[in-house]
């Protein structure tokens, strides 16, 4: 049976005392339900309310005739309702409260697998995009009224150091059409950062931070790789497909990415809205690529910008200011047990929040 079909059986005490009994109980438990029932009540009182005007109308009207004569002109003082426009509103929410819940229905059904979906084989980019809600609110509240409470951002992602002099990169779809963009992590504070090269084509964009006192004791424990790398290393990145970082390891798949492009590594890690612009880092610590994207029909699928074309696209857009850290004689991190490189390469990774123009 229908829902409306229900609803209408309900109104008209057309079920029974268990019908009626699992029906309210249903109206009590399930909040897209009531509010569906409750849009439909509205509607058919609106309908019923219209039906007895008319037929008031087409009383007065006769009463008119028989007084008056059928020729007769009527004058309406007021001006006169469409039944569209006078309960149009109603009908529309009405439809869009059963199109909620059908549409809710099938997305519980697609959960639990009971509807095939079409797979996508395109890439899908890892920004995370956000809607205002009262979350950081709430969260303010309950961490004390000392915190401060920022504004949601509209888009959020990953970035991490460039060198020890303030620049960050990340990928270029989190920050298009930035109004403003901040960046944060466990041990900074968050801080204003500007936009200062873009490389749309592969998708990097490059920010500088202008605080002083917060990267004057930079130590970037990372640096740029140079040279290739072969299929079946082991990697691992670090992200903020979350409030918190997180860390993600996997190998590297092939040496060309989505469609054959040579300008990426394909890697099996898996990677989430948020990811974008993460540092993707081989088993010594050295940064070999930067996070893009994934392919959304495949698990454990993505993809990252070589460092190489990194270092390049840098040499032909940049000063000196702006190239990377080079790789040192003795890399840092490297012969290090994993849980202290990740301890060491925290600070220069960083949540980055993006705020856009309505």
């Known amino acids: 049976m229908r829902n409306t079909e229900l609803f209408d059986k309900y109104l008209n005490e057309g079920l029974n005392a268990d019908e009626k009994l699992a029906f309210e109980s249903r109206l009590n438990a ?9 849009e439909h009540k509205t509607l058919i009182n609106a309908l019923n309310e219209h039906e007895k005007s008319q037929q008031f109308k087409a009383k007065l009207k006769q009463i008119h005739h028989n007084e008056f004569g059928k020729d007769a002109k009527v004058i309406s003082i007021n001006k006169e309702e469409t039944f569209s426009k006078r309960y149009g509103r109603v009908v529309m929410v ?7 819940a059908v549409l809710s229905t099938v997305a519980i059904l697609g959960t639990g697998g009971y509807l095939l979906k079409k797979q996508s084989n395109q890439i899908t980019e890892l920004g995370l995009k956000l809607k205002a809600s009262n979350e950081a609110i709430v969260e303010g509240i309950s961490r004390g009224s000392q915190k401060t ?4 951002a509209n888009m959020e992602g990953s970035a991490f150091a460039l060198n020890n002099k303030g620049y960050i990169i990340t990928s270029f779809h989190i920050i298009n059409s930035a109004d403003s963009v901040f960046v944060e992590n466990g041990v900074m504070q968050r801080t204003l950062a500007k936009v200062v090269i873009t490389d749309p084509k592969l998708d990097l964009a490059i920010l500088k931070i202008d605080n002083i006192d917060l990267i004057k004791n930079w130590q970037v424990p990372f640096s ?10 082991k990697v691992f990145t670090l992200g903020y497909p979350r409030k918190d970082m997180v860390y993600g390891e996997g190998s590297l798949s092939s040496l060309s990415g989505y469609n054959n492009d040579t300008s990426m590594y394909q890697i099996s890690i898996p990677v989430n809205p948020g990811n974008s612009g993460s540092p993707l880092l081989d088993e010594n610590g050295n940064v070999i690529g930067v996070i893009r994207g994934k392919i959304t029909s495949a698990e454990a699928t993505g993809f990252a910008v070589k460092s190489a ?5 840098l040499q032909t857009l940049s000063s000196d200011s702006i ?5 040192a004689k003795r890399p840092v991190l490297k012969g290090l047990k994993r849980t202290e490189q990740i301890k060491r390469i925290n600070p220069y990774v960083f949540n980055i929040l993006v705020y856009k123009k309505d």
Do not use: C, H, W
């Not at 190239?323 to 790789?327: A, E, I, L, R």
């Open 309 to 313: 074309e990194i270092i390049k696209s």
């Open 30 to 38: 399930d909040e897209l339900f009531a509010a569906a029932f409750n």
């Open 224 to 233: 740029f790789a140079a040279r290739g790398t072969d299929v079946g290393e």
């Open 323 to 327: 190239q990377p850290s080079k790789m």
């Open 94 to 100: 009405a439809a869009s409260t059963a199109l909620i």
């Open 149 to 152: 409470v920022y504004a949601p």
